[in-house]
């Protein structure tokens, strides 16, 4: 038997109405279990929970999550009496978090009583975004949720409390790629101060380091490419490769990583900080108040904007490092060393002014194209517990790949001014004569130079951080539940 079928209702193989019988509701459940047992060797496990329940869009964590909360006998799998035990538990539990959400306590809960309940929690979301939450559940079109509604949707999903609820669709809510430019997310209080934060903070960073070391080459090509666009290697991709190769052998590929991963923790730390902080200012003297979107874009634009200024040296020091050829420096301090040395102190900002204008353009078009993408699916699969990992990837790629058409120009002339002093008999030029020259010299395809290697990293470097930080958080110990793995 295949996937469970989409037209399978839960409320049917399900009633918990005081005028139906105990009985019938375990021949209901077994009902259920039939379908979920494939191999009909009466038992259920991981595999046939993954395959009867695809369509409903539970990771493999949750289901084994599962699996283990109703495995009394601890063989790994579920048979009838263990199945009905978990669904008679599970029940019970979400039972007492509906009345707890619900109240007015009329047996529905509107958009209002989820943004109340999530609020009283730490965790702020806009009526629309609750409104979103309800619309996910509401299968009869009432604006409400009724009891059935609300274990229907949650039957299959080990969420044991509110609090993880609240986490849980906290998370629908959330940004899920890893971006340098991107709005950063927004945490609770709770978070705050239990450490949850720092952690996650963490495990992204650890992922964007393993991302970029394994997508280094294609980066170090396309600032080959960007600088030296008019020159000995303008040909392919692949005579950038190759030249690259040829003057400093395989280790050449890696040239500038190492600086590029050192950023990754002061740059996330002091955007979080300095977001946390606009917010707040932002927000005034009302304190709970929830962010709109394009408040979101603002505050998120001048954290970036902030951290970009503070860690901009290192920026400089990176595009140095990858454009150097063999022997040129001996490591990060005598690169440091040797620019102070030779062109001052304002060397560590050039470019600094197309890098400040490139953040605008990239952070709204992909907080733009991202959120629209996601709730766009949301919208065309209400009732699915979670989009799924190639869903979020693609939605982040796609979304990265806009903002960095948007910003490209920007980028690249920014790169050219970081380079021009490293390369001999080249003009210093300001940002507008090099916007022109390019023009001119190389049209408008030369604004462009080097994207097609950028845009090659794109989906590696998303899908690498996103299994990075997965199996990092776990580690560390920043549970999602209903996340997915």
Known sequence: MGPLRTSFTWAHCQDSDSSVSDREREKRWAELFDQLDLNKDGRIDIMELRAGLAKQGFSKKSLEKMVAAGDTNNDGVLDFEEFTQYLRAHEKQLKLMFHRVDKNSDGHIDAAEIQDCLRSMGVSVSMKDATRILLSMDKDGTMTIDWHEWRDYFLFNPLTNMEEVARYWKRSMMLDIGEQLTVPDDFSEEEKKSGYVWRQLLAGAMAGSVSRTGTAPLDRIKVFRQVHGSSDVRGSVKNSFNFMLKEGGPWSLWRGNGVNVLKIAPETAIKFTAYEQIKNIIRGSNESRNLRVHERFVAGSL?????????????????????????????????????????????????????????????????????????????????????????????????????????????????????????????????????????????????????????????????????????????????????LS
């Open 303 to 483: 954290a970036g904007a902030t951290a970009q200024t503070a860690i901009y040296p290192m920026e400089v020091l990176k595009t140095r490092l990858t454009l150097r050829k063999t022997g040129q420096y001996s490591g990060i301090t005598d690169c440091a060393k040797q620019i102070l040395q030779r062109e001052g102190v304002t060397a560590f900002y050039k470019g600094y002014i197309p890098n400040l204008l490139s953040i605008v353009p990239y952070a709204g078009i992909d907080l733009a194209v991202y959120e629209t993408l996601k709730f766009s699916w949301l919208n065309r699969n209400r009732g699915m517990v979670d989009p799924g990992v190639m869903v979020l990837v693609g939605c982040g790629a796609v979304s990265s790949t806009c903002g960095q058409l948007a910003s490209y120009p920007l980028a690249l002339v920014r790169t050219r001014m970081q380079a021009q002093a490293s390369i001999k008999g080249t003009p210093k030029l300001s940002m507008l004569a090099l916007f022109r020259n390019i023009l001119i010299q190389e049209g408008v395809s030369g604004l462009y130079r080097g994207i097609s290697p950028n845009l090659l990293k794109v989906i590696p470097a998303v899908s690498v951080s996103y299994v990075v930080y997965e199996y990092t958080r776990i580690m560390l110990g920043v549970e999602i539940e209903g996340g």
